[in-house]
């Protein structure tokens, strides 16, 4: 019915609804969730229809939008599970591009899961790989440019990064191979379009072959046109055996390409959770992407900020949450989320995450950008002329002095 409306009775409804919803709760004190279980459900309700309910249940704030909601902002949510799952022998991937999540213009999201023994195959890509394991241990191989090489076992919580055009490796051990989640400094970044070694060689003509590599063209055998991808090995012997094979005569490149992030200690340490930040300035390897792994305690929230430098990839690990975000002139949208889906916040745009479940709320936030930079509001309002503050939002001396005076990251 809505859509038969013309755009200045819409405009007129949508302004109503958003004054009178706004005047019940100054009126009567009433909550968020109040008036959504009284006037404000009432009025969105579908007598003579029936919604999705699994949809219904997972994103109780799209279907019934808290009061201060308005406007139109175009979702900021995908979830992996709805990604296409490209199965493999050796394990599976699908991913989230701007392809499904427009707004993500910047970044783009793969998950794999490899078997122990699964091989993602030697590769590279014009786009930066960043990384987080989530799920069980992978050996990982790159080279540099100078030739020098690169092996090492990663577990769960460690990231990596390979830089454009750097070929690199991944292959699951035991007892139960991995999971992980790939990250690539372009939104239109495809998966699928990596330049793959076997593809490489199965269109390269074996005469070539054997002048390049000094054997006989015999010693190739055919290849699959569209080359391996993600395949089962064999299982990779002791970790110091293959470094030192692999260095040969060059030793192993200058630049680590992993770091343990959850060895860290936290950046910050709230009684409401915790968060790591980690860029170039202490992980040299990854100098395009900057990134906060966020614990939310039940209860807590990521402050009320924004980001200057660049926009904001989210991928939410465990947990239930949701995220308001304002992109002004009135316009503000709130959307739930959970584990495996993908969120984004153009840069500038305010925001906030509250955690809305029972247990932990974790999730990372990306950047392309090599400084990880946020502003507070909260350290923002207090680090102005106090009377300015005041005058703006009519609050007491005294409210003011109560505000964080510092930024908090993660509120209780």
């Known amino acids: 019915m809505a859509e038969s409306l013309n755009p200045s009775r819409r405009r007129f409804l ?90 993500a213009k910047e970044i783009a999201g793969v998950q794999m899961r490899l078997i122990a023994g699964g091989i993602r195959e030697l590769h590279w890509h014009r786009a930066s790989e960043w990384a987080l394991m989530l799920y069980g241990n992978a050996r990982i191989t790159c080279i540099d440019p100078d030739g020098r090489s690169f092996v090492d076992d990663v577990k769960e919580g460690d990231i990596w990064n390979f830089p454009s055009g750097y070929p690199h490796s991944i292959q699951g051990l035991g007892p139960d191979g991995c999971e992980f989640l790939l990250v690539f400094d372009d939104g239109s970044f495809d998966e699928y379009e990596t330049v793959l070694l076997t593809d490489w060689m199965g269109h390269t003509p074996p005469e070539v072959l054997a002048k390049n590599f000094g054997v006989p063209a015999s010693a190739f055998p055919a290849l699959p046109p569209e080359g391996r991808y993600i395949f089962p090995g064999t299982m990779p012997g002791a970790l110091g055996a293959d470094q030192k094979a692999a260095q040969g005569n060059l030793g192993p490149s200058r630049l680590p390409f992993d770091f343990r992030l959850m060895e860290m200690p936290p950046t910050k340490k709230t009684r409401g959770g915790e968060v790591r930040i980690v860029d170039g300035g202490n992980f040299k390897a990854s100098p395009q992407i900057a990134a906060a792994h966020v614990i939310l305690h039940p209860g807590g929230l990521r402050e009320m900020h924004w980001h200057p430098n660049a926009d904001e990839w989210q991928y939410f690990v465990k947990g239930k949450g949701r995220m308001t975000v304002f992109a002004a002139a009135g316009r503000a949208r709130t959307m739930d989320f959970e584990q495996g889906d993908v969120g984004y916040v153009q840069q500038t745009f305010p925001h906030y995450i509250e955690n809305t479940g029972d247990t932990d ?32 939002l009519k609050i007491s001396q005294a409210t003011l002095d109560h505000f964080p005076h510092e930024e908090t990251v993660v509120m209780p």
Not at 41 to 46: D, E, H, N, R, Y
Not at 61 to 84: N, Q, R, V, W
Not at 364 to 392: C, G, M
């Open 14 to 103: 949508e302004l109503g609804s958003a004054a009178l919803a706004s005047g019940a709760l100054a009126a009567h004190g009433q909550t968020q969730q109040e008036v959504k279980e009284g006037e404000h459900s009432s009025s969105a309700s579908l007598p003579r229809g029936k919604e999705n309910a699994p949809l219904f249940d997972e994103n109780p704030d799209s279907a019934m939008p808290p009061a201060t909601d308005h406007g139109s902002i175009p979702t900021f949510k995908y979830p992996f599970t709805l990604a296409h799952k490209r199965i493999e022998p050796g394990g599976w991937t699908r991913q989230v591009t701007v392809a499904d999540l427009h707004v």
């Open 361 to 392: 709320l974790v999730f990372l936030e990306l950047f392309k950008d090599s400084r990880y930079q946020d502003v507070s509001l909260a350290n923002w309002l207090t680090h102005v002329p106090a009377q300015l503050v005041i005058d703006h």
